[in-house]
Every structure is written in structure tokens, then in C-alpha cells.
């Protein structure tokens, strides 16, 4: 169990250099252009990492193989981060196809959040748009795992 615990936090903390770029590009942010400048590869969306404080969260869907609950939870989750006036820096995440043995693919979603205090995120736990998706989506899962994270100085 711990060795699975270390291995989440660890794979979090390599995911968070990403940012989801769907969500993302519904929000400010800035653009990113790729390396070369002619290069005909897309632009990414890029936010700034926020170190203060990480918020990940594992959800387990009740009906992982069902396209009609992933479609409402994805739905009702990007309408919240969409809506949210403190999250950051947001990413999405599927497990990817595990290519060892300590990657723990157990999880249907992934989302991993920055905010720039321990008190940003606790209003954002408070905040109307999080309980609508809370209201919307706890009939969708049998299983929630969070990990909060402060950075180093």
C-alpha cells in the first residue's frame, strides 16, 4: 500500500509540469510557440506551474467502460474548472496504457490543480461551481483519493 501511494504521488508530481489543454484553452493563458517556429506542430496551450500548493485527485467511476458517464462527468467536471475562480493551473488526465509494473492505472480520472495558497483552496472547495459538480458527478463514482501538496522553499 505504500509503495502504491509513493508510486501515485510520484507519477502526480511528473504530471503536473503538464497542462491540460482543452481546459485551458477556454481560460486565459498564454501561447506557447513550438520549438523551430515553422515547426507544423499545434500550439499548445501554457500556464505557469503555481509551487505553492497542489491539489490531485484520483476518481474511480462506478461504470469506468459506460461512455455515457464518462461523457456526463467529463462534461460537468470542465464546466467547473471553466467556472472556478481560484484553480490555477488544471489538468485532466486518463491513465495511460502502464508500461511498468509500479504505474498505477487503477483510476478512471486523474486532476491535478494549482492554487497559489492552502487558503485558495479552501475556497475553492467552498466555492458554487465545485458543489454543482460535486452534485452532478458523486452518483458517478465509487471512489475519490486526494492528495494536497504544499511546495518546498
Known amino acids: 500500500m505504500r509503495t502504491n501511494t509513493i508510486t501515485l504521488l510520484f507519477l502526480t ?32 496551450s ?19 467502460d459506460s461512455q455515457e458517464d464518462r461523457t456526463a462527468f467529463e462534461t460537468s467536471l470542465k464546466k467547473f474548472l471553466n467556472k472556478s475562480a481560484y484553480a490555477k493551473t488544471t489538468f485532466i488526465g486518463k491513465p495511460p496504457k502502464a508500461s511498468r509494473n509500479v504505474v498505477d492505472g487503477s483510476f478512471t480520472y486523474s486532476l491535478i490543480l494549482t492554487f497559489e495558497s492552502a487558503e ?10 465545485h458543489q454543482v459538480f460535486i452534485e452532478e458527478s458523486e452518483n458517478l463514482w465509487e471512489k475519490v483519493v486526494v492528495y494536497d501538496s504544499q511546495g518546498i522553499q
Open 46 to 64: 501554457m500556464k505557469e506551474f503555481d509551487p505553492h500548493f497542489a491539489h490531485t485527485v484520483f476518481f474511480w467511476l462506478k461504470n469506468p
Open 120 to 129: 485558495a483552496q479552501q475556497s475553492y472547495q467552498d466555492e458554487p461551481p
Open 13 to 44: 508530481l511528473a504530471m503536473i509540469g503538464y497542462s491540460q489543454t482543452e481546459t485551458d484553452s477556454h481560460r486565459s493563458s498564454s501561447r506557447a510557440e513550438p520549438k523551430g517556429g515553422n515547426d507544423k506542430k499545434s500550439v499548445l
